[in-house]
Every structure is written in C-alpha cells, then in structure tokens.
C-alpha cells in the first residue's frame, strides 16, 4: 500500500522519485502536519494526510503533506505556490490556515477578512494552475482545556471566522471541508491539536468532498 508522501523528506532520494505521481497535496498548520520538526517518527501526532492516504488508496490516489506547524495563512500563499512547482501533476489542493492568524490576531473583526484574503490568493493560484481547490474551516478548541469564558470566546471567534469563510466558499463554488461541525472535545490531544481519532474524523471529512470531485472527473472526460 502506498504511504502519504511528506514534505520533510524533500530532499530524499526517494521523495524526488515519488513526487511527480502525487495526485492530493495538504497545505496548511499543524493540523495539516509537522514538517518543520523532522522526520515523521519525531512528531508529536499523527495527521490526518496519513489516514487520508489509507482511504484514498483504493482510488490509486498519492496524497502529500505539506503542512508545516505554526504557520500563518500570510505564509501560506508562497507555499501554495511552491508545492503547485514541486508536485507538477496533483489535481487537488487542500488548504487549511487560519487558527494560527486567529491566536495571533485575536481580534477577529479584523483578522477573519484578512484570513480570507490570503485563502483567496490561495485559491486563485490553484485555479490558474488548472487544479482544484479545497478548503478547511477553523477547527473548535478542546473546550475542557480551558475555563468556560475563555472557552465560548474561542467559539465564538471560530464561529464568526468559519461563517464568513462558508460564505467565501460559497460565492466562489470552492468546496468547503467543515471541521468545526465533525470535532470534538474527546477529538483532541492538547488544546488545539487532534489526536489519533481526530485525524481520521479530519481524514474521512476530506476524503467524503475528494471522492466527489474524483467522481465528478470521470464523469467530465469526454467519451
């Protein structure tokens, strides 16, 4: 069975011979991956690109992960642009920033239209490029971790942010992946990160909007 191809094996030998059959490329924080902390046995978590791997696997599909943990969505624009170079021959893009610009910039009025215009350059690049674009919500927080006021203000700022987003997707036809509405507290190995069981609700959300657009390749091709 195939394995999900990882960003910090870049300079392999290996990565190099397997990155022009990448079908799937991640894009995003540390929900996305880990990429800035070494080899994969180094990680503090699992990600959901590997269990997203498992699942796509009957499809003859390669899935990369490019997450790298602590990022910004301002960052995420070079990095899209780089990963459409270094994987030349993937058909959809799944991106996913914006908890980090929120803990940063908590004032989310401001911040969330900001987000959303990164997430826009984002997008436009894939398309331009004649690939697919996907986009994560906001995940919730691991509510439990925090004390109750703290805990609705984090909800409320993901609420306010992912509303806004919804509507982004929306008018731009981008399939939206809703991880705000599959998470929760028992998700979670920390306050932010999702744990083993996490990862696979994330995984089996994308692969649920992935297996659509696949679909709906084949039903495009001209007979």
Known sequence: MNKAVYLCDRETPEFQSHRAA???VCA???ITGWNNFGPVPFWPLRTYPEFLQDLCGHLGRRVANGGIAGEVS???IGQVEDY???FPNAG???IGYGTNDLGMWPRVEGTSPR???NMRAMVTTVQENGRRPTVLNVPPANGSR???EVADELRRIRDYHNGRLAEFCRESRVPLIDLAAKLRDEHFADELHPNDEGARKIAEAVYAVLAQLIQDEKTDVPS
Do not use: K
């Open 28 to 30: 995003g924080d540390s």
């Open 84 to 86: 459409l170079a270094l």
């Open 115 to 117: 987000i959303i215009e």
């Open 92 to 94: 959809i893009f799944v």
């Open 74 to 76: 301002p960052n995420g």
């Open 22 to 24: 990448i079908d799937i």
């Open 146 to 148: 925090f004390p109750r």
